[in-house]
């Protein structure tokens, strides 16, 4: 049997092994997602991968994500949340290793890459989940927002660590950079400790990890939605506004180019200081929904403010990118809502799912720029659809139950 961890009430829970082995997986996270965003471009033209194949390599990778979010959400559940950290960073590193020699296995270089972006999407979907359960199951109530906002500051590091790598190194180099950090940080988790409200739940024998016990509920389903729709707005500003800015700064006129890696790392460096913003908002306010409140209407003002500029400097551009990040830095208080809004015995399935769904999202919100933007524009219809999506979120923020200081060790029946 594994051994067990009862949270620590003290400061020292914040800076746990737990809480530093979770930030460094997300950081690998971090570091994929937008390694992938850098490098998509150069290694297809390498490869002689068509321009419009490339494009389709993003949606298999968030597709492996959508898959991987159920699957290690369950799998958390039901046989714990250190050994879905232990499989899903196997995995995606494994991936990582092999996408560097995309070109010289057996197929042609196209289903060689999309293959691997899949597979390394689906082990990638498991760390976050996984992580923020565990840690928000050792560590002290009144302290979690503090230590899952660090959890996200550090792996949202990640972005700055892979746009430097793609800048020294060619894109071979970069994935076997990633595949070493993800086998490096499987072996620090040998130290790692299960929850001991996981132990609890087992010895409970209640259902663990099932999808019939989720969604049989209206009510359950009626949380998961909720805690789906107020994360929304977090990928649409970071992925189709911020990571896209160089398209949006053409079509505004800007005085001058836009390069999207920087437009990137501006709107992750934001991230890092919003999620400790948001984090430690949600603690001083006291209320989770209060702080995602104020993180959306900061997110609209700074999405619409960029998207209504005319002839805008690249300048200006860069530095709406990091504001859309400080204000989208919710997204820790976001997963942490997730996992505190269910009982044990669902946590991680929640905690897994929730967050690739928003991220799976974004081809979604791609297609719809797309079908639209021929009739509105394409600023004029992501100025739209932004409004729309952070409305809604709101509208969820509002409904959902507030959880600050929740008690966790409770079981779903």
């Given at each position: ?7 620590d009430a ?9 809480v ?13 997602i ?14 002689g ?43 995606y ?14 197929g ?14 689906f ?18 109530a009144?302290?979690r ?27 071979r180099?970069a ?10 940080l ?5 130290r790692?400790?299960?929850?001991g ?15 019939r ?8 389903t ?7 729709l107020i994360?929304?707005?977090i ?10 800015a160089d398209?949006?700064a053409a079509?505004?006129g800007?005085?001058g180019p836009?390069?999207?890696?920087y437009?990137?790392l ?15 908002l949600?603690q ?5 929904r209060?702080?995602?409140g104020?993180?959306?209407?900061a997110?609209?003002?700074?999405g ?14 860069y530095t709406?990118?990091?504001?859309i990040?400080?204000a ?10 997730a ?5 044990t015995?669902?946590?991680a ?24 933007a ?30 600050h200081?929740?008690?966790?060790d409770?079981?779903e029946?």
């Open positions: 049997m594994n051994e067990t961890v009862r949270p003290s400061w020292r829970s914040i800076l746990s092994l737990t530093v082995i979770g930030a460094l997986g997300y950081f690998v996270d971090i570091y994929d937008v390694l992938f965003t850098v490098v998509r471009v150069p290694s297809c033209t390498a490869l991968i068509a321009p419009e194949q490339a494009v389709r390599l993003l949606d298999w990778q968030m597709a492996g994500m959508l898959l991987g979010g159920f699957v290690w959400g369950v799998m958390g559940d039901r046989i714990g949340r250190k050994a879905v950290l232990f499989g899903s960073i196997l995995v590193s494994l991936a990582n290793l092999a996408n560097a020699a995309v070109g010289h296995l057996p042609d270089a196209y289903t060689q890459y999309a293959a691997l972006r899949l597979i390394a999407g082990g990638l979907a498991g760390e976050l989940g996984a992580a923020i359960t565990l840690v928000s199951e050792t560590t002290p009144r302290l927002g503090y230590a899952t906002a660090l959890v996200a500051a550090i792996g949202i590091a990640g972005a700055a660590a892979a746009v430097t790598v793609s800048k020294l190194f060619d894109w180099t994935y076997v950079v990633g595949g070493v950090l993800g086998l490096c499987l072996v620090l988790r040998l790692v400790l299960e929850s409200m996981f132990a609890h739940a087992v010895d409970s024998g209640a259902a663990r990890g099932s999808l016990l989720l969604f049989g509920s209206p009510a359950r009626g949380r998961l939605l909720l805690c789906t994360g929304l707005p990928w649409f500003f970071v992925g189709l506004v911020a990571m896209r398209r949006h079509a505004l800007a005085t836009v390069d999207p890696a437009a990137t501006a709107c992750y460096l934001g991230l890092i200081a919003g999620d400790l913003g948001a984090g430690c949600s001083w306010l006291r209320s989770r209060l702080a995602v104020i993180c959306l209407l997110t609209a003002g700074v619409a403010f960029l998207l209504t500029r005319s002839a805008p400097a690249p300048a200006l551009v709406c990118c990091v504001l990040g400080v989208c830095g919710y997204w820790a208080v976001f997963v942490t809502v996992a505190e809004q269910f009982g015995n669902l946590r399935t929640v905690a897994g799912i929730v967050p690739n769904l928003v991220r799976g999202a974004v081809p979604l919100w791609s297609w719809s720029v797309a079908a639209l021929p009739t509105l524009g394409a600023v004029q219809t992501t100025l739209w659809l932004g409004t729309g999506v952070v409305a809604v979120a709101l509208v969820a923020a509002w409904l959902m139950r507030e959880t200081g929740a008690e966790l409770y079981l029946r």
